[in-house]
């Protein structure tokens, strides 16, 4: 008998049962029995409504819900807005980003805005778990060893402790789709250490003096001087040209290297390469060089505004071992601005200036700039298409 047909025939015995005697309704769970192959203390059970019938509904154990669907609504349209962080993160960026939301979506009832400012991680995560995309495959590692100044540039043995801003740590990503071989674009990645203040900018083959060229336009860009550069063994960062930029000026940079085949040396820019480039502009391939200049643009206004402003992040800070598990300890999560006004001995002047630029930023706004921008990057026409047209 179909779950359907034990569903009628319960529901029709449930109106006959409850006039019927002690007899009378011990007749009835003997018929119930016979007819669905019941155990008697199951039908019992369903005769006296303490389980559900069969395809009905049934309700969950626990206490009710706390959290529904307007919760869930607006913690989807921040979530993909900011890129899609963890709980952790996001819930350091809900009262950042909710004056916006209500701004361009209208405003909350206090209630609401309450209850998504209490909500935890854990809870956050929870809701959006339905949301959440599945992360693409990794792309091609495009780190080629410089082996002329590898005597001259020290490895770094230790992680830098430091309490300020200014060391850097630099790494480079390959927009080469599913092959090495061509010109191709790359993203040049800077984060600093205390802050996690991150600058991106595009160069067309990783050439050294492109590389140079952009990192004196990233040190232009940060509102901190840098104190100490450390990169991977890569050609584009162990060359004269840069050697020359960081050691000839009045106060040299500390240049360092990572250890060979260690990416933990640099895990913080390692880190930056998904978040700020590939979750960005994908594992397409790049090959017109008019993309990385249009690449630049994005880089140096929109994204970065959009990734040191409004997005928190966390820092590692320990592992801690208990027995054979590793429990890794992080700070609270901070955007890098936030970071960097608390830090000591920060020019007032920079603050007060990016504090006027924040005021006239608004992330929705960003997110939609971005996109129109990214757009314009990824439909350029490639080389290859280029010649053939020719």
Known sequence: MSQNSKREVLLKMRER??????????????????????????????????????????RRGGPRRRYGEPE????????????????????????????????????????????????????????????????????????????????????????WDVEGPGWVEADTVAHCGESMAGDFCWSLTVTDVHTQWTENRAVWNKGQHAVREQIAEIEAALPFAILGFDSDNGGEFLNWHLADYFRERPKPVCFTRSRPHRKNDNAR??????????????????ENPAQAGLLNDLYAKEWGWFRNFFCPAMKHLRTEVEGSRKKRIYDKPQTPFERLKACAGVNP????????????????????SIEKKLRRVLRAPSQRATRVAA
């Open 17 to 58: 049962y409850a006039g019927r005697g002690r007899e009378g309704r011990s007749k009835l769970i003997d018929e119930v029995c016979e007819l669905c192959s019941y155990d008697r203390k199951h039908a019992i059970k369903l005769f006296n409504g303490k389980l559900p019938v069969a395809g009905g509904s049934r």
């Open 72 to 159: 869930t609504a607006v913690l989807k349209a921040i979530w993909l807005a900011a890129e899609q962080p963890c709980g952790k993160r996001l819930k350091a960026a809900l009262p950042l980003w909710l004056p916006f939301y209500e701004a361009e979506r209208g405003n909350l009832n206090e209630p609401l805005r309450d209850r998504l400012l209490a909500l935890s991680a854990a809870t956050i995560d929870r809701l959006l778990e339905s949301c959440r995309v599945a992360l693409g495959s990794r792309g091609r590692c495009g780190t080629r060893p410089g082996t002329l100044l590898r005597k001259q540039i020290p490895v770094r043995t230790e992680h």
């Open 269 to 286: 820019v390692e880190q930056k390469n998904w978040t700020h480039v590939r979750q960005l502009v994908g594992y397409e391939r790049l």
């Open 349 to 368: 002047e920079q603050i007060e200036r990016l504090e006027k630029l924040k005021a006239g930023l608004n992330p929705f706004r960003l997110k939609e």
